[in-house]
Every structure is written in C-alpha cells, then in structure tokens.
C-alpha cells in the first residue's frame, strides 16, 4: 500500500487513433492563409446565395440619368456605365463567378478524371489511346480550344463552362493518371490484389480514396483559374450575355473607363482578384496539409 | 526515337479537330467575305472559289496533302499565303515569348530560391503573396495596368506596337507575370523539398559552403519539375499570348488565330494551329530531354 | 554564382528597359502622320467587302472618275466631264489627260475599260461584282474617252461611280499581282501604298511626287491597327499617334476636356435602327412596331450611353443622302401610349422577345440594347438581348432571321438611298435572297424598281424621298440614332482633315505643325 503511494504515478495518455479527415482539418487550419482563403470562399458564396434574398436593388435596374457615379450614400460602390447599381451587381456577379468556377471544374474533373482514371487504372492499350487523345487537347492552343467551342456553342454561361471545362481537363487527366499509377504501386494495393479483391472493389475502397487527394488540389487551384480564364473569354467577346452581372464581363465592359471612372473596373477586378486568391490559398493549404499526411506514411 | 515519331498521330489528330471544329463553328466564310454586298449566287461563287462545296473528308485530304508539300494555302479574305504570314507573326510571338520567358526564369527562380531559404519569414510571405497575386489576375487586366502606370501615367516605355526592344518590356511583363508567380511556387516548393533532404544535409554537415550546396546538390533534382512546369508554360504562351498581343498590339500568331477565327479563315486556323501544335509538342520533348539529363533518375521509359 | 546570372540578367532587363529613355521612341517623325484605328485590315481590294477605315487608305492611294466633296456634290476626279446621250443607255466620260499611274502606266480609256470590265466580272466571284453588272458593255471610244452602256437605263450610275468599288486600279498591276491585288493596290491618288504589305504590319502610305493634282503637304501616313480602344487612348495621349479615328464615347469626352486635343464629330450619315420580323406575330402588326417606337426614350440612351456622340434618326439615311426628308415629330417617348397600343393589338401584359445584336461592331451596340431592353421592360415587354459575332449575325440575317427583332447600322453608301433602300426596303431582296425581313409594300416596290432607271434627278430624288417616307409611316423600321463620326487629332495636325459621308477621311490636305 505505501509501496504504490511511493512510486510515481505517471499518466499515460493514450489518443485513440485519429481519423484522417481529423488530421487533415487539424493541419489545414494551422495554415493561416489556408484559413484566411477559406474565409474569402465563404464569404464568397454566402453572397452568392443570399443575393436574391439581400434587400439590394436589382442588379439590373438601369438608370441612364446617373451613369458611371462614384461611390455616394445611394451607391455604395458607384454606379456603372447603365446607371446600375455597382454594388449589387458585384453581389449577384459572386453567384454567377462562383457558379462559373464550380461548373467549369466540374466538367474539366469529370471529363478529365475519368479519362486519366481509366488510362492509369487499366493501362496498356487504353492507356495509350487516352493518353494520345489528351496530348492532343493539350497541344491545342488552352485559349482557342475555349474560343472554338464557345464560338459552336454560341455565347452564354453555359458555354462559357463549358468551354473552360474542356481546356482545363487535359490536366486533370495527367494528375488522375498519374495519381492513380502511384497509388497503384502501393503496398495495399497489391495486397488487395492478393486477397483476390475483384478489380472494382480495389478501384473502388482502396485507390480511388487515396488518389483523390491530387484531384481536389488541383480542382481547388482550378477554381481560382477558372474565374479568371472567364474574364479573359470576356475580354475576347465570348462571354456570357448581357444583362448577365459576371465580373469578367463587368470588368471587360467598364475598361474603357479606366482612365476617367476607375471604380467601375477597380472593383469587378478586386472581387475577381480576391475569390481567386482565396481559392488559390484554401487548394494550397489543403495541399500541404495533404502532403504532410503523405509524408507521415 | 519513339517519342519523336509518336508526335505524328498527335498532330495529325490536332489537325483533324481543328478542321471539323472550325466548319462546325456557325457562320458562312463565304458570308464573312461578302459582307453585305454580294447575292446568293455569288456567296455560292465564292464558296467554290474556296473549295468549300467539296465534301469535308476531300477538303482535309486536299490540306493534308497541300501541307505535306509545304504549301499552306491561302487566306481567304486577301490571298496572301499562309505560310509567309504564320512565319513573320510567330517570329514576334516568339520574340515576345522569350522575353516573357527570360523573366520568368530570373524572376520567378530567384524568386522561389530566395522564398525556400528565407522560408516563412517575411520575406517568405511577400514573394508569395505576390505569387498568389500573380495567379489571380486576369491578363488583360494586368496588362492595362501596367501601361497606365509605366507608360501614361509614367512615360518610361512606350505604349504599344513593336519596334524597339523597349517595346518588348511591358508585354513581356504581362504575358510573363502568371509564369513567373506559378514558377516561383514551384521552385519554393521543390527546393524546401530538396534542401530538407537527407544529401543536402549531408553536404552541410560536412561543411561544403552554401553556394556550393544550392547549386551542386539541391539545384538539379530540385529543378526538375520546375523545367517541366517551364516548359509547359512555354507552350502555353506560344498562343495564349492573344490577349496581351491585343492589349500592346503586338501582332503576334495568337492574334492572328483569334482573328482567323472570327473571319472563318480556315487556311489560316488550319495552318497557325497546325505550327503552335507543333512547337507545343517540339518544346514539350525538348522539356523532357532536359529533364532526363538533368536527373538521370527521371528518364521518361 | 547564381546570385551573379541573377544581377546580369537583372542588368540586362534594365538596360533594354532604360535604353527607352534615351531613344526618343514614341513621337512619331516630323513629316510622318501616324493614325491609330481600331479595326482589322484585311484587304484594299476595291472590290471585296471592305469598311470605312479601309476606303480611307483606297482613297488616299486610288481615285474614282468622279467622287463626292464634303458638301456631297458630284465633283469630277479622273473624268473631267460626262454626258448621257438621247438613247439613256449610253454614258459617255471625257477622261483626264496627263495622268499616270503610281507605277508608271498611263491613265487613259483601255484603263478605265480594264477596271469597269474587272468590276463587272461575275466570275471573279467578288462581293462588289454584283453592284456592276447592270453595266452591259464598255467601249473605248478615243484614248481619252469612254463609253458606257447599260442594259437599262441607270438612274444611279453616277451615284455608284463615287463608290469605293470604282477605285481605278493600274491595269498592269493587275495583270501583275491578279488576286493578290488586295495587298497591293496601285492607283493614281496622291499617295504610294508601300507593298509588301501583310495583314497586321502597319500600313505605310508614301506621298506620289509625280501626282496630277495638288501634292499633299504630309510626306509620309502610317496606319497603325491598334484593336484595343485603351491603346489607342494611351497612345494619343502620350503622343505616338497624332490621329485616332474611332474612340469609344467615354475616352472622347476625356480629349474634349483637353485642350491639347482636336475632337472632330463629322458625317453622322450611319443610321442605327430595330429591323422586325414582319413575317411573324407580334411583329407584322403596326401598332406593336409603333408600340416599341414609342417605348424607347431614344434622347436618354444618347445622352447617358452614347454620350451625346449621336443624334437621333429620322429616316433610314441621313440628311445630305439623296432621298432623305426630314421629320421633327418623329421620335416622342410616351410609354403611355406604347402600353395603350399594345394593349390594343391584343397584349396587355406585354410579350417575351429576342433582342439580337452584333457583339462589338457599332459603338455600344450591347450597351444600348440592353438600355432599350430595360425600356421595353418598363412597357412588358421582355426582350433578352443576344449578342452574336459579326459573322454569325451576318449569315443569320441573311439564311433565316427567325428573329422578332435585332439591331443594324448602315451608313450612307454613294450618299444615295437608293444603295441602302434597295437592300434594305425592296421585298424582292428578302430574306433569304437579302436582308429584308419580309416586309413588303407594293408602292415602295414600285417606286424603288422605277428609280432604278430614272436619268432625271429630280424625279428620281422624288421617288426615293416618297418611297422612305411610306417605308417611315409602317414603321418598317425603328430609327435610333445617327453616329457622328469621330475623329480625335493632336495638336501636332493643322491642314483640313475632309471626313465623307461615307465616314472615308481624305489625309491629301492635311498638314502638320
């Protein structure tokens, strides 16, 4: 009895095993800018799903006796060359950009993982065939390859997304491919295979979760790329349509003011500026935080 | 070997995807041409002028075998010749190109450097956050700036157009910004990868001097996938530049193509894309031919 | 060692970058006349479809036998006289004599007949060709005269003669560079055009020292093509170009406030107007179309959008085209009265519409839909304005305009109604022959295919004016606005700048200080 007293009592803690998702969110939010860009996103899409709900005027109500004003009581970014007003515009624009942004990665993701996917999953001839086909995009030129498909399809958001989605999929093909090769190698992998696994199953618990890590960085970093890839179409006169508030177009329209009403470009061009660098720091810190776990194995 | 015979199926592939996207994009060349002059007889005279009344597969066929014996054919608003034009426009793309290039080498490398070494310091933050700017940016909106503030506003360089190498800069600058902020990510990226590294901290434990660490030891592996990256944005330049060549009004083949396309200039669309694929794919294996030098480790099977 | 390549690539950088400062790179030579414009040349061809910017280059190289002044008079160029004999059929022109061309070849009759014979050349499949072939034959009477005879008797000959299209070319030219005379144009005019010419270089005009007539006081005209409205700001401002020929409204209203700076609004010959779709509901009635006439506050949009460069149309021309009449009550912005007609013709609560407009080809062709638009919808009407590119609107209006309603601007060619009118008005160039949205009248018909073959003037002015004035009264059309067009010069250029009506400029008088 004194004899236990006696001896120190030292406190073992014993964590119960961390689940992935933890480690990751754990990691991620040590990143300050990886934070901060979350914070923009969020910010971001807030706005675009409050918009219609915000007791602001409609982004479309024109008023040709007021155009192009600095900011004032009434406007409080301005108005633009219609008259509208400015801050609305930049609000509802966040919807459309971010839905721009999301379509565009969607397409470039679906149509580039399953590409790369099935090329580095069942290699060989397939393989090959995929392979040459996006060597193919890729060696076309990123912006005409938009130019001619949205030039087919027509002006419009859609097509916008569309024309976007397919430039950016070479890409995400590479990075799937190339994800998907490396896990493959792995231990587990081949140990499945030992088991017996039939190949779906395989694909399915134990390559396709570990090789999706690459995929969503890069999707995330697209994102950002995305919004600014649109502006750019905008600039070349294949944008979505008016009245549309997008802030590539909002930009491209007012640019001519640069010189004599500048807060009609200074401030499309910084909501496109800041969703994209907040996208660019969410997909880094994930990334890092990814890497780190990667390393850990 | 392989790989430089396997560019073949890829560019004939390009090729045919430019022929069909291009017919498929709405709008008659004919029409293009006409103007609002011109009856509907002679939108169908100027169709067969252009041999635009053949069936598709025969008009690819005819390209194909025109292309193979050097001639590019000619444009369909004037009947200048393609190939002359792709030459003197992708001169000065190139031109433009190197420049954005050289850039983005001594920019964005020392930039990533100076980052790795002075990793989450201040000066860490700012190269960085620079970088991020860099990449969030649209182009054109870059450009516009940089001639307001350097050439209105500042009268150091000239405003647009070519000529002189003072010309060069400000394009150069802006096609060169979102190269040089992604190379300087990657080149922090890599050599904190490579500096944490087991060799490098070998060399310095046996005291060879920093220089001789970074460009002995860390340099070449840490290098690599940023040559790779270099290459690619090299590519990438070759035609996306459309947008600061409108800007500076550098008549570069970006422009040209992006004209092409609104007039339906199938020659031209046909032929420009033809040599960007090209010299996409040229640089791309000259890329990889670097890199397996330079990391014997790397070499493409 | 890398910090080394780095400072020498550094040095490097600045050096091309300082090396600017001693250069005195941007002001443009002293006898040189640089002119920024802001649209793609493609060809000179006089005979391929061309626009404004590009006459201007044709006019300063090439010239018509007879041509319009500023005034929009018939003047005389390369044919000194003419005259129509008793059988109307046959024109006669006394040409000039001790003319030559740039290259050398004498200007004489087998001259004019190898250009009229080339213009009126169906098979060359050229897009003018078919403005010419109403000429049956041409003769070469002696070396100074030419005979020119037309299946019909033409009312608008001379009117066509003025035309960009009739540019006498060098015949040996064109035996010489055939197709590829668009890059290398060869004419009398007061200056040389510097071939080889690539599309995208910039277009050097020499002036001719051998010219017949008053020799220009500026040695040297380069146009530059500059496709960013930005840059051909910045460069005006900083003095690289001396000329800018097409701003948008905001970067004028900065050189209007600028003393340093010459605005010039000239011409306002090109008409903007809402073309319909008369062949389907809503728009075949006339008290809808007279509807969205009164729904648009025309006055608003050319004040707060167009920057008071415009003013408002009245007629499918403009004052100073043959044809045109006037009339003051014709625009009256009443939304009362347009929701009373619609509601008239059986839409109380408005429709739902497209609005298609070209993207980018006339001055704030989106912007101003899209202010009419937001009017409309003020009456219930809800028009989606649809912007298409050039040659995607082009082909559509021509195939199969299954619009209700778009959006064109025509400028005053030949300073004649009857160019545009016939294309514009003449039910037997609808769709998908021409541009008509099946409109038809059967008076304007009429007095359209008469004025065809009228010698008379006055006659013939009398049946364009009566026939643009029912075309007015259907409401054929909406008339919008007229665009001034706008030239913008530094200090640097005196001389008289002569702006046509067909928006050409002549560089000839102009000087520099």
């Given at each position: 009895?004194?004899d236990?007293?006696?001896i120190?009592?030292?406190r073992?803690?014993?964590?119960?095993?961390?689940?992935?998702?933890?480690?990751?969110?754990?990691?991620?939010?040590?990143n300050?800018?990886?934070?901060?860009?979350?914070?923009?996103?969020s910010?971001?899409?807030?706005?675009g799903?409050?918009?219609?709900?915000?007791?602001?005027?409609?982004?479309?109500?024109?008023?040709?006796?007021?155009?192009?004003e600095?900011?004032?009581?009434?406007?409080?970014?301005?108005?633009?060359?219609?008259?509208?007003?400015?801050?609305?515009?930049?609000?509802?624009?966040?919807?459309i950009?971010?839905?721009?942004?999301?379509?565009?990665?969607?397409?470039?993701?679906?149509?580039?993982?399953?590409?790369?996917?099935?090329?580095?999953?069942?290699?060989?001839?397939?393989?090959e065939t995929?392979?040459r086909?996006?060597?193919?995009?890729?060696?076309?030129?990123g912006?005409?390859?938009a130019?001619?498909?949205?030039?087919?399809?027509?002006?419009?958001?859609?097509?916008?997304m569309?024309?976007?989605?397919?430039?950016?999929?070479p890409?995400?093909?590479r990075?799937?491919?190339?994800?998907i090769?490396?896990?493959k190698?792995?231990?587990?992998?081949?140990a499945?295979?030992a088991?017996?696994?039939?190949?779906?199953?395989?694909?399915?618990?134990?390559?396709?979760?570990?090789?999706?890590?690459?995929?969503?960085?890069?999707?995330?970093?697209?994102?950002?790329?995305?919004?600014v890839?649109?502006?750019?179409?905008?600039?070349?006169?294949?944008?979505?349509?008016?009245?549309?508030?997008?802030?590539?177009?909002?930009?491209?329209?007012?640019?001519?003011?640069?010189?004599?009403?500048?807060?009609?470009?200074?401030?499309?061009?910084?909501?496109?500026?800041?969703?994209?660098?907040?996208?660019?720091?969410?997909?880094?810190?994930l990334?890092?935080?990814?890497?780190?776990?990667l390393?850990?194995? | 070997?392989?790989?430089?015979?396997?560019?073949?199926?890829?560019l004939?592939?390009?090729?045919?995807?430019?022929?069909?996207s291009?017919?498929?994009?709405?709008?008659?060349?004919?029409?293009?041409?006409?103007g609002?002059?011109?009856?509907?007889?002679?939108?169908a005279?100027?169709r067969?002028?252009?041999?635009?009344?053949?069936?598709?597969?025969?008009?690819?066929?005819?390209?194909?075998?025109?292309?193979?014996?050097?001639?590019?054919?000619?444009?369909?608003?004037?009947?200048?010749p393609?190939?002359?034009?792709?030459?003197?426009?992708?001169?000065?793309?190139?031109?433009?190109?190197?420049?954005?290039?050289?850039?983005?080498?001594?920019v964005?490398?020392?930039?990533?450097?100076?980052?790795?070494?002075r990793?989450?310091t201040f000066?860490?933050y700012?190269?960085?956050?620079?970088?991020?700017?860099?990449?969030?940016?649209?182009?054109?909106?870059?450009?516009?700036l940089?001639?307001?503030?350097?050439a209105?506003?500042l009268?150091?360089?000239?405003?647009?157009?070519?000529?002189?190498?003072a010309?060069l800069?400000?394009?150069?600058?802006?096609l060169?910004?979102?190269?040089?902020?992604?190379?300087?990510?990657?080149?922090?990226?890599?050599?904190?990868?490579?500096?944490?590294?087991e060799y490098?901290?070998?060399?310095?434990?046996?005291?060879?001097?920093?220089?001789?660490?970074?460009?002995?030891?860390?340099?070449?592996?840490g290098?690599?996938?940023?040559?790779?990256?270099?290459?690619?944005q090299?590519g990438?330049?070759?035609?996306?530049?459309?947008?600061?060549?409108?800007?500076?009004?550098?008549?570069?083949?970006?422009?040209?193509?992006?004209?092409?396309?609104?007039?339906?200039?199938?020659p031209?669309?046909?032929?420009g894309?033809?040599?960007?694929?090209?010299?996409?794919?040229?640089?791309?294996?000259?890329?990889?031919?670097?890199?397996a030098?330079?990391?014997?480790?790397?070499?493409?099977? | 060692?890398?910090?080394?390549?780095?400072t020498?690539?550094?040095?490097?950088?600045?050096?091309?970058?300082?090396?600017?400062?001693?250069?005195?790179?941007?002001?443009?030579?002293?006898?040189?006349?640089?002119?920024a414009?802001?649209?793609?040349?493609?060809?000179?061809?006089?005979?391929?479809?061309?626009?404004?910017?590009?006459f201007s280059?044709?006019?300063?190289?090439?010239?018509?036998?007879v041509?319009?002044?500023?005034?929009?008079?018939?003047?005389?160029?390369?044919?000194?006289?003419?005259?129509?004999?008793?059988?109307?059929?046959?024109?006669?022109?006394?040409l000039?004599?001790?003319?030559?061309?740039?290259?050398?070849?004498?200007?004489?009759?087998?001259?004019?007949?190898?250009?009229?014979?080339?213009?009126?050349?169906?098979?060359?499949?050229?897009?003018?060709n078919s403005?010419?072939?109403?000429?049956?034959?041409?003769?070469?009477?002696?070396?100074?005269?030419?005979e020119?005879i037309?299946?019909?008797?033409?009312?608008?000959?001379?009117?066509?003669?003025?035309?960009?299209?009739?540019?006498?070319?060098?015949?040996?030219?064109?035996?010489r560079?055939?197709?590829?005379?668009?890059?290398?144009?060869?004419?009398?005019?007061?200056?040389?055009?510097?071939?080889?010419?690539?599309p995208?270089?910039?277009?050097?005009?020499?002036?001719?020292?051998?010219?017949?007539?008053?020799?220009?006081?500026?040695?040297?005209i380069?146009?530059?093509?500059?496709?960013?409205?930005?840059?051909?700001?910045?460069?005006?401002?900083r003095?690289?170009?001396?000329?800018?020929?097409d701003?948008?409204?905001?970067?004028?209203?900065?050189?209007?406030?600028?003393?340093?700076?010459?605005?010039r609004?000239?011409?306002?010959?090109r008409?903007?107007?809402?073309?319909?779709n008369?062949?389907?509901?809503?728009?075949?009635?006339?008290?809808?179309?007279?509807?969205?006439?009164h729904?648009?506050?025309?006055?608003a949009?050319?004040?707060?959008?167009?920057?008071?460069?415009?003013?408002?149309?009245?007629?499918?021309?403009?004052?100073?085209?043959?044809?045109?009449?006037?009339?003051?009550?014709?625009?009256e912005y009443?939304?009362?009265k347009a929701?009373?007609?619609?509601?008239?013709?059986?839409?109380p609560?408005?429709?739902?519409?497209?609005?298609?407009?070209?993207d980018?080809?006339?001055?704030?062709d989106?912007?101003?839909?899209?202010?009419?638009?937001?009017?409309?919808?003020?009456?219930?009407?809800?028009?989606?304005?649809?912007?298409?590119?050039?040659?995607?609107?082009?082909?559509?209006v021509?195939?199969?305009?299954?619009?209700?309603?778009?959006?064109?601007?025509?400028?005053?060619?030949?300073?004649?109604?009857?160019?545009?009118?016939?294309?514009?008005?003449?039910?037997?160039?609808?769709?998908?022959?021409?541009f008509?949205?099946f409109?038809?009248?059967?008076?304007?018909?009429?007095?359209?295919?008469?004025?065809?073959?009228?010698?008379?003037?006055?006659?013939?002015?009398?049946?364009?004016?009566?026939a643009?004035?029912?075309?007015?009264?259907?409401?054929?059309?909406?008339y919008?606005?007229?665009?001034?067009?706008?030239?913008?010069?530094?200090?640097?250029?005196?001389g008289?700048?002569?702006?046509?009506?067909?928006e050409?400029?002549?560089?000839?008088?102009?000087?520099?200080?």
């Amino acid at each position: 009895m004194n004899d236990t007293q006696a001896i120190p009592q030292v406190r073992l803690t014993v964590r119960a095993p961390v689940s992935f998702r933890r480690l990751l969110a754990s990691r991620f939010l040590r990143n300050r800018a990886g934070v901060a860009g979350l914070v923009i996103v969020s910010l971001f899409a807030l706005l675009g799903v409050l918009a219609p709900v915000l007791r602001l005027d409609l982004p479309d109500a024109q008023d040709l006796e007021h155009v192009t004003e600095p900011p004032s009581r009434e406007h409080w970014l301005g108005t633009d060359n219609l008259g509208r007003d400015l801050l609305s515009r930049v609000v509802h624009g966040a919807r459309i950009s971010l839905m721009i942004g999301v379509l565009a990665t969607s397409v470039g993701l679906g149509i580039g993982a399953t590409a790369g996917g099935l090329a580095g999953f069942h290699g060989g001839k397939i393989d090959e065939t995929v392979m040459r086909v996006v060597e193919i995009f890729m060696a076309f030129p990123g912006l005409l390859l938009a130019l001619l498909v949205v030039s087919i399809l027509g002006p419009g958001l859609y097509s916008v997304m569309l024309a976007v989605g397919i430039s950016t999929s070479p890409a995400f093909a590479r990075v799937m491919r190339a994800s998907i090769l490396q896990v493959k190698s792995e231990e587990f992998v081949e140990a499945a295979q030992a088991i017996g696994a039939p190949g779906l199953t395989i694909l399915r618990r134990h390559i396709l979760p570990n090789a999706m890590g690459p995929i969503i960085v890069h999707g995330s970093l697209l994102l950002g790329a995305s919004i600014v890839t649109a502006s750019s179409l905008s600039f070349l006169g294949l944008g979505p349509k008016p009245p549309t508030p997008e802030w590539g177009v909002m930009l491209n329209e007012a640019r001519n003011y640069l010189y004599i009403a500048p807060h009609t470009t200074i401030f499309p061009g910084l909501a496109i500026l800041l969703a994209a660098l907040g996208f660019n720091m969410a997909g880094d810190a994930l990334r890092d935080a990814l890497d780190v776990r990667l390393k850990m194995d | 070997m392989r790989r430089v015979i396997g560019i073949v199926p890829v560019l004939i592939g390009v090729t045919i995807v430019v022929f069909l996207s291009v017919r498929l994009v709405p709008g008659d060349p004919a029409v293009a041409i006409a103007g609002i002059a011109g009856t509907e007889e002679d939108l169908a005279r100027i169709r067969h002028r252009l041999g635009l009344d053949r069936p598709v597969y025969l008009q690819y066929a005819i390209w194909l075998a025109n292309v193979v014996r050097g001639d590019l054919g000619r444009s369909v608003v004037n009947d200048y010749p393609v190939l002359p034009q792709l030459v003197s426009r992708g001169q000065m793309t190139l031109k433009l190109s190197l420049m954005a290039m050289l850039i983005t080498a001594v920019v964005g490398v020392s930039l990533g450097i100076v980052a790795a070494y002075r990793s989450h310091t201040f000066w860490d933050y700012l190269a960085m956050a620079f970088a991020m700017t860099g990449i969030s940016m649209p182009v054109f909106w870059i450009g516009l700036l940089l001639m307001y503030a350097f050439a209105v506003r500042l009268g150091w360089l000239p405003v647009a157009g070519a000529g002189t190498p003072a010309h060069l800069v400000l394009p150069g600058l802006t096609l060169a910004l979102y190269s040089t902020a992604l190379v300087s990510r990657m080149t922090r990226a890599s050599m904190l990868d490579v500096l944490s590294k087991e060799y490098v901290r070998t060399a310095r434990a046996k005291g060879c001097s920093e220089p001789r660490v970074l460009i002995v030891h860390s340099f070449r592996s840490g290098l690599v996938p940023v040559i790779t990256v270099f290459g690619l944005q090299f590519g990438y330049m070759l035609a996306g530049a459309v947008v600061t060549e409108t800007v500076f009004a550098w008549p570069g083949l970006g422009r040209l193509l992006a004209d092409a396309i609104f007039l339906r200039d199938f020659p031209i669309i046909q032929g420009g894309v033809l040599v960007i694929a090209l010299s996409f794919v040229l640089v791309n294996l000259a890329t990889d031919v670097i890199v397996a030098a330079a990391d014997p480790r790397l070499r493409y099977e | 060692m890398a910090v080394r390549t780095v400072t020498i690539a550094l040095a490097v950088i600045l050096a091309i970058a300082g090396s600017s400062v001693q250069v005195g790179r941007g002001a443009p030579a002293r006898d040189t006349l640089v002119v920024a414009a802001g649209v793609q040349f493609t060809t000179f061809d006089p005979l391929a479809n061309a626009h404004p910017p590009a006459f201007s280059v044709e006019a300063a190289v090439m010239e018509t036998l007879v041509a319009r002044n500023v005034k929009g008079e018939l003047v005389p160029v390369l044919a000194e006289d003419w005259r129509v004999s008793s059988d109307p059929r046959v024109w006669t022109f006394r040409l000039r004599r001790g003319v030559r061309f740039q290259d050398g070849t004498p200007f004489n009759a087998e001259a004019v007949k190898a250009n009229l014979d080339r213009m009126r050349d169906k098979s060359l499949g050229q897009p003018k060709n078919s403005l010419w072939t109403f000429i049956e034959d041409v003769r070469v009477k002696s070396e100074y005269e030419v005979e020119v005879i037309t299946e019909q008797p033409s009312g608008a000959i001379l009117a066509l003669l003025t035309d960009s299209s009739a540019n006498i070319v060098s015949p040996a030219a064109l035996k010489r560079f055939g197709t590829q005379i668009a890059t290398n144009i060869v004419g009398t005019g007061p200056y040389v055009f510097q071939a080889p010419w690539a599309p995208g270089q910039d277009i050097v005009l020499v002036r001719n020292e051998q010219y017949w007539g008053p020799k220009p006081k500026v040695q040297r005209i380069v146009v530059k093509e500059i496709r960013e409205a930005l840059t051909r700001q910045a460069l005006l401002e900083r003095g690289e170009v001396d000329a800018v020929i097409d701003l948008p409204p905001e970067a004028v209203l900065r050189f209007q406030r600028d003393p340093n700076f010459v605005v010039r609004k000239d011409g306002g010959t090109r008409v903007a107007f809402l073309p319909f779709n008369h062949s389907r509901p809503p728009f075949n009635d006339l008290r809808v179309r007279k509807a969205i006439h009164h729904a648009i506050d025309v006055k608003a949009i050319i004040k707060g959008v167009l920057r008071d460069l415009s003013v408002p149309a009245d007629n499918l021309v403009a004052p100073g085209v043959v044809g045109y009449t006037p009339d003051p009550d014709y625009h009256e912005y009443s939304p009362d009265k347009a929701k009373a007609l619609l509601a008239e013709a059986g839409y109380p609560n408005g429709f739902t519409t497209q609005l298609v407009t070209p993207d980018g080809r006339y001055i704030k062709d989106k912007e101003t839909m899209v202010a009419i638009a937001g009017q409309l919808k003020r009456v219930g009407i809800q028009a989606d304005v649809v912007p298409l590119e050039w040659t995607t609107f082009l082909t559509q209006v021509r195939v199969k305009p299954d619009w209700g309603m778009y959006y064109w601007s025509w400028p005053g060619y030949t300073a004649d109604a009857a160019y545009n009118a016939e294309l514009l008005l003449w039910s037997e160039n609808s769709s998908p022959k021409g541009f008509v949205p099946f409109y038809k009248n059967t008076e304007v018909d009429r007095l359209l295919s008469n004025a065809r073959y009228i010698t008379d003037q006055k006659v013939r002015t009398a049946m364009l004016e009566r026939a643009l004035k029912l075309a007015r009264n259907d409401y054929a059309y909406v008339y919008l606005w007229r665009f001034f067009q706008i030239t913008v010069l530094s200090k640097r250029v005196g001389g008289n700048l002569e702006v046509l009506a067909d928006e050409t400029i002549l560089f000839k008088n102009v000087e520099l200080r």
